[in-house]
């Protein structure tokens, strides 16, 4: 047995006190910082060679049992020794082939005491096996929501995140960025807001990892009962029966339960995105508990559940409407050969309809977004909504955005190399009755009053740092023309919309 494995033992790397305390004011990135293996050589090894062989045995004992690649799989995160073949279990079941455009790994704090969530947005993450990319996504969701701190602290040693990198590492064969939540304090309302901000992306396109232990410390017969109370819960998909099951259980007089759940406060957040959603599936893989270890007692353990969420959510952002990996490509192979051949000939390109996904085909508005290299807006023009298929209203969009944006002068053939293509699909609008149920940052917003219309699209409240009555007075006075109290008798629409650009996908067929 090796020095790694028997100092791990020793160590009994089940938890770790919270010992600090951090505020939620730095909202900024500053300079790049990788962030180095906090628990390498203790909850794992340090020895690329070894860590690989001890995750290929994990994989080995475990098999796939699901039909579906999952939405999101819930992972414990001691000592691999410990929960290793519990984690393996649940990452087994995601097909590794997959190429996904986001990983959301989410963890409760055990190492900082702090309210809201921590996003790690300053560099990558370090590991024995490799550099594991951040995702720029990471940088807009600090921008973008006051509860979300850019504090870098509460992730230096913590290890709820950092012991899930190895398993995606050695199992995802396509590359990956991540973005790393961690959830400070015990803030029901912490799980809320980033539920709705993080709503958006559950869909087939991403991956949720959802990083857990259950029991701590009762002995083994008692976790049985805890851990399998608490996996009925999570099964049961309902936030409320969740957290009844976890007061049940921490008030039944269980001899040294500690906790019910350690990582309850994420397990709560992926709750409150799934159940309302009735297509999805939870299901059990695996599970232990520490007992189960060559190194760990019966009477003092800590419970283990893989467990995964499948489903083909097609709905992500509560409209009628899904686009894959397969569709956004697309939609930007189309709009770049078109705003090439436009500008170069003024001939639009004929499409063969045949070649078109079934999601491109729908009807659905868009906006088609032009900018420079240094970012800079070069043109901009949308439809709310269509009666076009959307693969034709993006080929309209682009070429209107290029040479009928009166704010701008057309393209010329010697800036094509230098343009970058966004396109927003949007949801349907949705009418309100009260302007809180606007969110800025995810709603878009439509005002209607007579026959003056306006519209800002849901980024440009994250892009500009406008207040709600900013974005809707502007909205009133410079794109309705009602002036800028307008809104207020004003019929008011809210409607999301998925965006991706030719940045987000450098593709061949680009």
């Given at each position: 047995?090796t020095?790694?494995?028997?100092r791990i033992c020793?160590v ?8 600090s ?18 628990v390498?050589g203790?909850?794992y090894?340090?020895?690329k ?6 995750l ?12 579906e690649?999952?939405?999101a ?8 020794v410990?929960s ?5 279990a649940s990452?087994?079941?995601?097909d590794?082939n ?5 990983v959301?790994?989410i963890?409760s704090?055990?190492t900082?005491?702090?309210?809201g969530?921590?996003?790690?947005a ?12 951040v995702?720029?996504l ?6 973008r929501?006051?509860?979300?701190s850019?504090?870098?602290q509460p992730h230096?040693?913590e290890?709820?995140?950092?012991v ?8 995802l ?8 939540i ?10 809320d ?8 992306y ?5 991956l949720?990892?959802?990083?857990t232990?259950?029991s ?5 017969s008692?976790?049985?009962r ?8 999570i099964?049961?998909n309902?936030?409320?029966?969740f957290?009844k ?7 039944s ?7 019910a ?17 009735s297509?999805?599936?939870?299901k ?8 189960d270890s060559?190194y760990?007692?019966?009477d ?8 995964c969420?499948?489903?083909?959510d097609?709905n992500p ?6 686009l894959?990996r ?5 939609l930007?192979s189309i709009?770049?050969?078109s705003?090439?051949?436009y ?5 639009q390109?004929e ?8 999601g491109n085909?729908?009807l659905?508005?868009?906006f088609?977004?032009?900018?420079t290299?240094?970012g ?7 439809n709310?909504?269509s009666?076009k298929?959307?693969?034709k209203t993006?080929?309209?969009?682009v070429?209107?955005?290029a040479?009928r944006?009166?704010r701008?002068?057309?393209?010329s053939a ?10 927003s699909?949007?949801?349907?609008m949705?009418k ?9 940052g995810?709603?878009g917003i439509?005002?209607?009053k007579?026959?003056q219309t306006?519209t800002f ?13 900013e974005f ?17 008798d004003a ?8 965006k991706?650009?030719e940045k ?7």
């Amino acid at each position: 047995m090796t020095i790694f494995y028997k100092r791990i033992c020793l160590v009994f790397n089940l938890a770790i006190m919270f010992s600090s305390c951090y505020g939620q004011s730095d909202k900024t990135t500053g300079d790049k910082i990788d962030r180095e293996p906090a628990v390498a050589g203790s909850f794992y090894s340090s020895n690329k060679a070894e860590l690989e062989n001890t995750l290929a045995v994990f994989f080995d004992k475990t098999e796939k049992s699901t039909a579906e690649s999952p939405l999101a799989v819930v992972v414990p995160h001691a000592g691999y020794v410990f929960s290793g073949e519990v984690a393996a279990a649940s990452f087994h079941q995601i097909d590794r082939n997959r190429k996904f455009d986001h990983v959301f790994i989410i963890g409760s704090s055990h190492t900082a005491y702090f309210d809201g969530a921590s996003v790690y947005a300053r560099g990558d993450f370090l590991t024995p096996l490799g550099k594991v990319t951040v995702d720029p996504l990471s940088k807009e969701l600090v921008a973008r929501y006051d509860f979300i701190s850019g504090n870098t602290q509460p992730h230096e040693r913590e290890h709820s995140l950092e012991v899930q990198l190895p398993f995606l590492q050695y199992w995802l064969k396509e590359p990956f960025q991540i973005v790393p939540i961690i959830i400070g304090g015990d803030n029901r309302k912490t799980c809320d807001q980033l539920a709705q901000a993080l709503k958006p992306y559950f869909s087939t396109d991403n991956l949720f990892v959802i990083s857990t232990d259950f029991s701590h410390y009762p002995d083994y017969s008692n976790a049985l009962r805890s851990d399998n109370a608490m996996a009925e819960a999570i099964l049961s998909n309902s936030s409320d029966n969740f957290l009844k099951t976890k007061r049940n259980m921490e008030s039944s007089n269980i001899p040294n339960l500690a906790t019910a759940m350690c990582g309850w406060t994420s397990v709560l957040t992926l709750l409150n995105i799934t159940e309302e959603k009735s297509n999805l599936t939870y299901k059990k893989i695996l599970y232990k508990n520490s007992g189960d270890s060559d190194y760990g007692e019966k009477d003092r353990v800590v419970g283990y559940y893989a467990i995964c969420v499948t489903g083909n959510d097609k709905n992500p952002m509560g409209g009628h409407f899904d686009l894959n990996r397969e569709d956004k490509i697309q939609l930007l192979s189309i709009a770049r050969k078109s705003l090439d051949n436009y500008v170069r000939t003024g001939i639009q390109p004929e499409i063969k309809e045949g070649s078109i996904t079934p999601g491109n085909r729908d009807l659905m508005g868009a906006f088609v977004t032009l900018y420079t290299e240094k970012g800079e807006l070069r043109g901009c023009i949308g439809n709310i909504e269509s009666e076009k298929p959307l693969y034709k209203t993006v080929q309209s969009l682009v070429i209107a955005s290029a040479t009928r944006d009166f704010r701008f002068k057309p393209i010329s053939a010697d800036e094509l190399n230098e343009i970058d293509i966004e396109i927003s699909v949007l949801s349907p609008m949705q009418k309100i009755n009260s302007i809180d149920e606007i969110e800025l940052g995810r709603h878009g917003i439509y005002l209607r009053k007579g026959f003056q219309t306006g519209t800002f699209l849901p980024q440009v409240a994250t892009e500009t740092q406008w207040s709600k009555e900013e974005f809707l007075g502007r909205c009133a006075r410079d794109k309705a023309n009602i002036g800028w109290d307008g809104w207020k008798d004003a019929e008011i629409y809210i409607y999301e919309a998925l965006k991706f650009s030719e940045k987000d996908y450098r593709d061949p067929q680009l």
